[in-house]
T-cell receptor, first 114, second 118 residues
Framework: KAGVTQTPRYLIKTRGQQVTLSCSPI?????VSWYQQTPGQGLQFLFE???????NKGNFPGRFSGRQFSNSRSEMNVSTLELGDSALYLC?????????????FGPGTRLTVL | AQKITQTQPGMFVQEKEAVTLDCTYD???????LFWYKQPSSGEMIFLIY??????QNATEGRYSLNFQKARKSANLVISASQLGDSAMYFC???????????????FGSGTRLQVQP
């Protein structure tokens, strides 16, 4: 079974621009979660989608948004980029969103904002 | 308060020796899950092991075992017979039901960087 894939792997943008990141979950998985990882803040939860519905959202400004399609693929969008948005963005998929459901991560998208 | 605490920012271990990475957690949810992930320098998070709050026995997966002490809210990862390829960041994580939203979310600790020396 193919793992979680994320595209693109690397991105360089300038302040004020917007960016869209894509995530394809493991086949059969219906839950997709997004995380931001920075040296200063560590791993922080952005949001979780299940069957095209946002089930949970972390403490991030409205510039961060996401969606999930009927095939479970997910995108996240960051508008009006700031320097502090430079980070590794990780996507994870799981079969459901239960307590015991293991999240499997993709390789991440490394975003640099100049 | 920190939900997941990993007190060891960095650890060294000799190849072939065992090492324990500490993790303590805090939750009021009686039904939670604990996970350990490995993150090599490439960046991808690799799932290692899972322990449910109601599991009676400690979880094991190959060279990985989880020393689960529920009363102490401790979930330490033990790696036996360390290998050079074990050098990476290790994250402890907890999936619990959030009181304010009723939804489940995965919270990570700050990680421990393990370096295996030949």
């Amino acid at each position: 079974k193919a793992g979680v894939t994320q595209t693109p792997r690397y991105l360089i943008k300038t302040r004020g621009q917007q960016v869209t990141l894509s995530c394809s979950p493991i086949s059969g998985h219906r839950s997709v979660s997004w995380y931001q990882q920075t040296p200063g803040q560590g791993l922080q939860f952005l949001f979780e989608y299940f069957s095209e519905t946002q089930r949970n959202k972390g403490n991030f400004p409205g510039r961060f948004s996401g969606r999930q399609f009927s095939n479970s693929r997910s995108e996240m969008n960051v508008s009006t980029l700031e320097l502090g948005d430079s980070a590794l963005y990780l996507c994870a998929s799981s079969a459901t969103s239960g307590r015991a459901d293991t999240q499997y991560f993709g390789p991440g998208t490394r975003l640099t904002v100049l | 308060a920190q939900k997941i605490t990993q007190t060891q920012p960095g650890m060294f271990v000799q190849e072939k020796e065992a090492v324990t990475l500490d993790c303590t957690y805090d939750t009021s949810d009686p039904s939670y899950g604990l996970f350990w992930y490995k993150q090599p320098s490439s960046g991808e998070m690799i799932f290692l092991i899972y322990q449910g709050s109601y599991d009676q026995q400690n979880a094991t997966e190959g060279r990985y075992s989880l020393n689960f002490q529920k009363a102490r809210k401790s979930a330490n990862l033990v790696i036996s017979a360390s290998q050079l390829g074990d050098s990476a960041m290790y994250f402890c994580a907890m999936r619990e039901q959030l009181m304010d939203t009723g939804r489940r979310a995965l919270t990570f600790g700050s990680g421990t960087r393990l370096q295996v020396q030949p």
